[in-house]
């Protein structure tokens, strides 16, 4: 298993990630009177935060939500996937799938559910996070109460709009829905494919860039770091990394042999 600190060889093995993405994605439901509260999704490190926090009321009267004493849980890229596929069988069959989710964490000690919400006395489904103690009881939850003729369309709008009509029992799953596709991008964008094409498709047009901006420094009479015998530069203008389209280093182009790997940073899972 990965454990939590991340390793580089160049740095302080000790020293954890702390960089946060805070998603557009959030939802409130400050009027439910079961749990008024909002859910929103924070990507920290490799791993994506669920986070519920309860409804507070602001010094200057407004309504706010407090995030200093909510709930949340920690899912990586796997237990993410599956929640998304229980969430989808919770919407094809809520009878069948009800009560469903996925547990992480320690010991598995923080939980993540989807029911229907009739034990909470409630006509919409809840999304409920628990924190478990030693015997597997919930020793603190929070609950939000996915929003009911809350999201709506117009259709038949014609003219001045006479015979329009507002629809919304269409769209009562969509708090569900919506978690479903940040959940769905969330473990996607972790096989870093993307990522990596993008860099593969840049590669010759940094090139390019850095071959126009050596010729300009030379006419300069400006270092730039070395140049190979090809007349393609070795490195940027500044004496930076080796450039791609170089024979010399990169491992690609007319050099068939491949770069020797150079782990910056890696989970134990990445060694044998």
């Known amino acids: 298993m990965a454990y939590g600190n991340t390793y580089n060889n160049n740095q302080n093995n000790n020293r954890t990630q702390n960089g946060n993405y805070y998603s557009y994605y959030k939802m409130n439901n400050a009027e439910s009177p079961i749990d008024p509260t909002c859910i929103s999704f924070t990507f920290w490190g490799q791993q994506l935060v669920i986070g519920i926090f309860p409804k507070k009321e602001n010094q200057d009267g407004t309504i706010g939500f407090d995030t200093n004493n909510g709930i949340k849980i920690f899912l990586n890229h796997s237990k993410a996937r599956i929640l998304?596929?229980?969430?989808?069988?919770?919407?094809?069959?809520?009878?069948?799938?009800?009560?469903?989710?996925?547990?992480?964490?320690?010991?598995n000690k923080n939980l993540i559910t989807i029911s229907k919400g009739d034990e909470y006395g409630s006509d919409s489904p809840m999304i409920v996070i628990r924190h478990l103690d030693e015997n597997g009881r919930p020793s603190s939850s929070y609950g939000y109460q996915v929003r009911k003729n809350f999201h709506s369309s117009?259709?038949?709008?014609?003219?001045?709009g006479d015979n329009c009509v507002k629809v919304t029992d269409e769209y009562n799953n969509l708090d569900i829905e919506e978690m479903i596709t940040l959940l769905e991008e969330y473990y996607k964008a972790m096989t870093l494919a993307q990522a990596s094409a993008a860099v593969e498709s840049n590669r010759f047009n940094h090139t390019a860039i850095n071959n126009k901006l050596i010729a300009i420094a030379q006419k300069l009479g400006v270092e730039t770091g070395g140049s190979s015998s090809n007349g393609i530069a070795n490195r940027s203008v500044g004496g930076g990394s080796t450039n791609y389209a170089s024979n010399s280093n990169?491992?690609?182009g007319n050099n068939n042999s491949a770069p020797n790997p150079s782990y910056r940073a890696a989970t134990l899972d990445d060694f044998d």
Do not use: H, K
Not at 84 to 107: C, H, I, K, M
Not at 154 to 160: L, T, V
């Open 84 to 107: 998304a596929q229980e969430f989808r069988n919770f919407l094809s069959d809520p009878d069948t799938y009800n009560g469903v989710g996925v547990q992480s964490g320690v010991n």
């Open 154 to 160: 117009i259709r038949n709008y014609i003219d001045e």
């Open 250 to 252: 990169s491992g690609y």
